[in-house]
């Protein structure tokens, strides 16, 4: 029982401490005090002669007289000392403690309307980078949660992202699936609770009990708005359950193979998507529009040339991205567009400025069938051949090479109803070897696909055998001076730099894409069912098109034109990329929202960045019913032609 009391705080121990001096100090002083020849008479005196001796301890050997006196006095100040030390260590123990706790984060964190960010995995530089650079949070402060010591996550973040002292990065050590370590970073009082899918063999399980403490801490339809996010689809109808109405749950495995598939019949487009979704330019926004009520959407969008308009926000929370000409704005809705910043400005009297003789009318112009190269295999490879066999113009080829691990009926994946179109091959080859590609004419395919392996844990970094595959693939395309569109996916965003880089590379970062969505929906959650029509329901409704396809090459004309244009073939345009004649790599530049009244000279190499349509959806709007839309012909949107 005494154990246990001193054991219980640092107050406790100094209680107990003072009790024991007073013990010892009291008697020792009264018996000095009686044994005084020199001593008051009275008792009252005597007590307070007791009390001076007891509170002067620290004159060591001040009393004088006999030589038991002065040895009396003498342990008394000894006493003293011992007590005083004591003290002091009790007190330098307990404040030591106390800082040791704060470094090892496991105090609770004071703030309010802050981000919260649970878990650890190669997603968080990029989700903290971003929500710092976003300022989400009441005062720009994120905090991270996760079972690893506070001062190296902290340490790790403010390397990898250049930050400052003057940002505000809170870390707190304790395991997110944990209720009590929840409470360390005050989640009830957070902006935004960001849950980042975990590693782990059984990761997208872990994500799934963090939403349950979440819920458990929180309750079920109380706290701030949740994004997570899961690998598998199979996990992701639990995630949403245990995430609540507040919630919204990503599926990172999809959103990359959708990337992984549009950039291979798109070299290019996996960094438009990232200009288009960090927060260091133009991003998605969303207008409050009462004065457009009754108006076309086309009229609409050419009246507000300062933005970049790609569809309606409904009243009832449903997205409507390039919708159908006619479309009329209702009272309530909101206009989604891309724009520099989120401040609204009213509706210019007339539409921008619109040469019509300089726009390129709509016309069909079939695709072919394609054929690909897939090198590699991994967790998401089934769900990229599904998708292709969707998505594909009947009688195109994919021949798959993989290692001797992977199986012929392992990729012959189950095919979904009409799937027909897609013709696959397997090879085995060990791409370790340069011997692999040989006898791949590579002049025959029209995109090639590298897959990275999935992370085992081993020594060997799944990046590692990803980029000795380019490097053999650009000596194989030097060699016979035929480069195809090449796509990889790579697992660590520092890989990027050291790419071999052929003519047409395109680089995937696994999960990249997924973690900007976490920061967007967390940082606008309004614009969750925008981006979920985006990535989600249509997966490829963002395109590069030639810039021919909607303005005469040579002829100068304004982005209003473009948008125009694009308005007629059902689509909206939101950016563009200049690329020169010459240049055998298009310009990592892309020039988003550039404005209505920019005026420039389109060449035929320029590229217009464009939300595409979907099929016709009852209510007036487009929308998709797969994953990622099919490959359309040039001519696809003819038919609905608005007027300019």
Not at 197 to 219: I, S
Not at 300 to 328: F, K, Q
Request: with cysteine.
């Amino acid at each position: 029982m005494f154990d246990r009391t001193l054991a219980r705080s640092t107050g406790a121990l100094l209680g107990w401490l003072a009790l024991g001096c007073l013990a010892v100090v009291v008697p020792v002083s009264a018996l000095l005090v009686w044994t005084d020849p020199d001593a008051p008479r009275s008792l009252s005196d005597r007590l307070l002669a007791v009390w001076r001796t007891s509170a002067e301890t620290m004159r060591l050997g001040g009393v004088t007289g006999a030589p038991v006196r002065m040895l009396l006095s003498v342990l008394l100040g000894l006493i003293a000392l011992l007590c005083v030390s004591t003290v002091v260590g009790v007190v330098t123990t307990g404040l030591g403690d106390r800082l040791t706790e704060l470094r090892r984060g496991r105090s609770t964190v004071l703030e309010r309307g802050h981000a919260v960010v649970l878990g650890w995995s190669e997603h968080v530089f990029t989700v903290v980078g971003e929500l710092i650079a976003g300022g989400v949070g009441g005062r720009g402060v994120v905090t991270v949660l996760a079972d690893l010591d506070s001062t190296d996550m902290e340490r790790a973040l403010r390397g990898a992202l250049g930050l400052t002292d003057g940002v505000r990065l809170v870390c707190r050590t304790g395991a997110p699936t944990d209720p009590e370590a929840l409470a360390l970073v005050a989640p009830q009082a957070a902006g935004t609770v960001v849950v980042l899918p975990d590693e782990g063999p059984d990761g997208d399980l872990a994500v799934v009990r963090v939403l349950l403490a979440l819920r458990a801490l929180l309750g079920a339809r109380t706290g701030p708005p949740v994004v997570a996010a899961v690998r598998e689809e199979r996990y992701r109808y639990a995630a949403e359950l245990a995430a609540g109405p507040r919630g919204t749950v990503l599926e990172t495995d999809r959103v990359t193979t959708q990337l992984l598939v549009q950039a291979a019949r798109q070299p290019g487009l996996s960094a438009a998507l990232r200009d288009l979704l960090d927060f260091s330019g133009a991003e998605l926004h969303l207008f409050d529009i009462p004065e457009a009520a009754g108006l076309p959407f086309d009229e609409l969008a050419l009246r507000r040339p300062e933005t970049c308009a790609v569809g309606l926000l409904r009243t009832d929370g449903r997205a409507v991205l390039t919708p159908a000409p006619g479309t009329l704005v209702r009272p309530g809705d909101r206009l989604v567009a891309v724009a520099h910043d989120s401040r609204s400005a009213p509706l210019d009297a007339c539409r921008a400025p619109v040469d019509v003789s300089a726009m390129v009318p709509a016309r069909a112009c079939p695709k072919r069938p394609s054929r690909m190269l897939l090198l590699g295999w991994n967790r998401r490879a089934p769900l990229l051949v599904e998708t292709l066999r969707r998505t594909v113009r009947p009688g195109s080829r994919l021949d798959v090479v993989a290692g001797p691990e992977t199986g012929t009926a392992e990729i012959r994946v189950p095919r979904s109803r009409g799937a027909a179109g897609l013709h696959v091959e397997h090879r085995v080859g060990d791409l370790d070897r340069p011997d692999s590609l040989t006898g791949v004419d590579l002049a025959d395919y029209d995109s090639v696909i590298v897959l990275g392996a999935d992370h085992d844990g081993g020594p060997v970094r799944p990046d590692d055998r990803t980029l000795l595959t380019l490097l053999m693939l650009r000596s194989v395309a030097e060699a016979t001076g035929r480069a195809p569109a090449v796509v990889a996916e790579l697992c660590d965003i520092r890989s990027r730099a050291v790419v071999p880089l052929g003519p047409v590379t395109d680089v995937v970062v696994r999960g990249e894409l997924t973690a900007l969505l976490l920061a967007q929906i967390a940082h606008r959650p309004g614009l969750t069912a925008v981006f979920e029509e985006l990535f989600d329901t249509r997966g490829g409704a963002l395109a590069l098109h030639p810039a021919e396809r909607y303005v005469l090459p040579g002829r100068e004309a304004s982005f209003a034109t473009v948008m125009a244009a694009a308005l007629r073939h059902g689509e909206c345009a939101i950016g563009y990329r200049a690329c020169a004649a010459d240049a055998p790599r298009p310009a990592d530049g892309l020039r988003l929202c550039p404005g209505g009244t920019d005026r420039r000279v389109w060449a035929a190499q320029d590229e217009i960045l464009v939300v595409t349509a979907g099929p016709a959806a009852p209510g007036g709007g487009h929308r998709a019913t797969t994953a990622v839309r099919p490959e359309p012909d040039e001519g696809d949107a003819a038919d609905q032609r608005a007027p300019a």
